[in-house]
Nanobody, 118 residues
Framework: QVQLVESGGGLVQPGGSLRLSCAAS????????MKWYRQAPGKERESVAT????????NYADSVKGRFTISRDDAKNTVYLQMNSLKPEDTAVYYC???????????WGKGTLVTVSS
């Protein structure tokens, strides 16, 4: 199995930027599609960004398109989420997710909190 640990969250002002990291261990990252999800208080968890493979396709939720960028470095077993032009509504716990191609088994990190506020 794969273990996922997120880092990089914190408090940032509106219009600012953060880069989240997801460190994976215990497996080969190329066997997985990688995603970032987020969950705001009182809201359901939602997918915000997907990277199917290293150098492969990416997609984003409409709410973050043009502001967020997902990338992955499979050699380092790390996935990133670059977040620019942050808005208060981006405040949420952000989770790293891995989906194994051979059987669609999903794995989750424990999350990192991003707070966008003045």
């Amino acid at each position: 199995q794969v273990q996922l640990v997120e880092s990089g969250g914190g408090l940032v002002q509106p219009g600012g930027s953060l880069r989240l990291s997801c460190a994976a261990s215990g497996s080969t990252l190329s066997d997985y599609a990688m995603k970032w999800y987020r969950q705001a208080p009182g809201k359901e968890r939602e997918s915000v960004a997907t990277a199917t493979s290293a150098g492969g396709s990416t997609n984003y939720a409409d709410s973050v398109k043009g502001r967020f960028t997902i990338s992955r470095d499979d050699a380092k077993n790390t996935v990133y989420l670059q977040m620019n032009s942050l808005k208060p509504e981006d405040t949420a716990v952000y989770y790293c997710n891995a989906r194994r191609y051979i059987d669609n088994t999903q794995y989750w990190g424990k999350g990192t909190l991003v707070t966008v506020s003045s």
